[in-house]
């Protein structure tokens, strides 16, 4: 039967489609420390010290070992006593959780985003955005959501979430591609909100203005970023910042769309995509 593990959002797990309860914060934490080892075996200790965050109860063994048991039944439910595991399995010295990577709603994720940005960069801005579209659409809230307290899981969310961040700069760099700059604003404005120290989203967003004729708005942009580095961060935008500033200024024709020129071989296909 179909096992299916999402953890781009709150975890949850399906089984042959039918979600299934996987109870109280430790079985959903072991879950988690399973599925970010990638197959791989994970020992005892390593289990104890992540799950419980440092500070294992008396009988940390049994203790992990009723935890088990616990997730095993949500993951196999009609499971025989008598009959092996087949999902979360004892090797050695730990355990193993034997998820297809299919199954793992991240691991589509990344590989849809791979695919996307390979489109992109291939000359498909088309194809490009239907593939990222299909990634962000996975997401259901911040990864990990109900688990974020646990040190061990945070480098796993915050990477998921750096990989989101640049799924939707390339959804961006793939509608201007198009030229569908108007459309284009939104989702730039929201990139700049949420992720302010993320130089590429404000020149996304002055360059989507540029190409609406409002080269005012487009350089008031850099300046606001440049003042928000400086302000916040005590460092300079970058190079691509300010030479994208000084080709606003000069209005460099290669800034403009060139609708049927193939995106690659563009100017500024170099600039949104190389940064």
Not at 35 to 60: M, Q, S
Request: glycine share 8%; with cysteine.
């Amino acid at each position: 039967m179909m096992v299916e593990f999402a953890v781009l959002g709150p975890c949850a797990v399906t089984v042959g489609g039918v979600p299934t309860r996987l109870g109280g914060p430790r079985p959903r934490a072991l879950l988690a420390r399973l599925l970010i080892a990638g197959g791989a075996v994970v020992a005892e200790d390593r289990i104890i010290e992540d799950v419980w965050d440092g500070a294992p109860p008396r009988g940390p063994r049994p203790a992990l070992h009723t935890c088990v048991a616990d997730l095993r039944k949500a993951l196999e439910p009609g499971r025989s006593p008598r009959r092996p595991p087949q999902v979360l399995v004892r090797n050695g010295p730990g355990y193993a959780l034997l998820a297809g990577s299919g199954s793992v709603d991240a691991v589509r994720f990344v590989e849809a985003a791979r695919s996307g940005m390979a489109a992109l960069a291939g000359g498909r801005p088309d194809l490009a955005v239907t593939l990222l579209d299909a990634a962000l659409r996975l997401w259901r809230g911040a990864a990990y959501a109900d688990l974020a307290e646990l040190r061990f899981v945070r480098a796993e969310a915050e990477g998921l979430d750096e990989w989101r961040s640049l799924v939707r700069e390339e959804r961006v760099a793939a509608l201007l591609a198009l030229g569908q700059h108007r459309s284009s604003l939104v989702e730039c404005r929201s990139l700049v909100a949420e992720h302010p120290f993320r130089e590429r989203g404000w020149a996304l967003w002055a360059l989507a203005l540029y190409r609406c004729d409002r080269q005012s708005d487009a350089l008031a942009v850099l300046r606001e970023a440049a003042c928000r580095l400086r302000e916040d961060l005590g460092v300079e935008p970058g190079p691509a910042v300010a030479e994208l500033n000084r080709r606003i200024l000069a209005h460099d024709p290669d800034l403009r769309w060139e609708g049927a020129v193939p995106y690659p071989a563009t100017a500024l296909a170099r600039f949104v995509t190389v940064w």
